[in-house]
């Protein structure tokens, strides 16, 4: 069996470029669906139904694309189930060496994360492209209307809430966009958590 370079680990995600505003500019780290693929933050944790690229430079065969189930385990050939939610690539990657090495003699492993579906903020109502989003990078009210393509001109600006629901409980943050994009009233433009809905009524 050939010994090949150090280990490489490679952080992707599955990424659109959204339209720049002048009134918000994305974080690298959000993404809407689409086509492109910029690297993500190696302190990316994975998630449940994150989808990973796993190659096995040895065996190209036992590597493959996986889905990490709701347990937050991934199967692959050889060592079956392995946990990967709450792991960063990085310390996947250790992981997936550590269990193939009895099958792999100094395994070379690479760790791809080609789609974020874990941690995503749903944007709905009036505005320019309602859907999920993924984020990865701290992104404020603001920022995600512009990623979403901004409120329709039917939309009431000063009536825009944020939905959160913690350990059952749910609570709304009223955001008025006229006020904000004047520099008024920053404290409204908080920053997003994974399950946050945006309502533009």
């Not at 109502?125 to 701290?138: A, F, L, R, S």
Request: hydrophobic residues 40%.
């Amino acid at each position: 069996m050939r010994i090949l370079s150090p280990t490489r680990t490679v952080v992707l995600a599955t990424a659109v470029l959204c339209p720049t505003l002048a009134l918000a500019q994305a974080p690298a780290g959000v993404q809407a669906p689409a086509s492109a693929t910029p690297v993500v933050d190696a302190n990316y944790v994975i998630g449940p139904d994150d989808v990973l690229g796993v190659v096995f430079w040895e065996l190209p065969t036992h590597g493959g694309d996986v889905v990490v189930r709701p347990d937050g385990k991934i199967t692959l050939p050889l060592i079956n189930d392995i946990q990967a939610a709450g792991l960063t690539p990085d310390q996947l990657r250790t992981s997936i060496r550590t269990a193939s090495a009895k099958f792999i003699k100094d395994p070379d492993v690479t760790i791809i994360v080609k789609q974020i579906n874990s941690k995503k903020v749903f944007v709905t109502g009036q505005v320019g492209k309602p859907g999920p989003y993924p984020i990865t990078q701290p992104t404020t009210v603001l920022q995600m209307l512009a990623i979403a393509g901004g409120p329709t001109d039917f939309a009431k600006k000063t009536r825009i809430s944020v939905m959160r629901t913690v350990n059952g409980q749910t609570t709304s943050f009223k955001f008025n966009y006229k006020d904000v994009i004047q520099g008024k009233k920053l404290e409204q433009n908080i920053l997003l958590m994974p399950g946050d809905t945006v309502v533009i009524p």
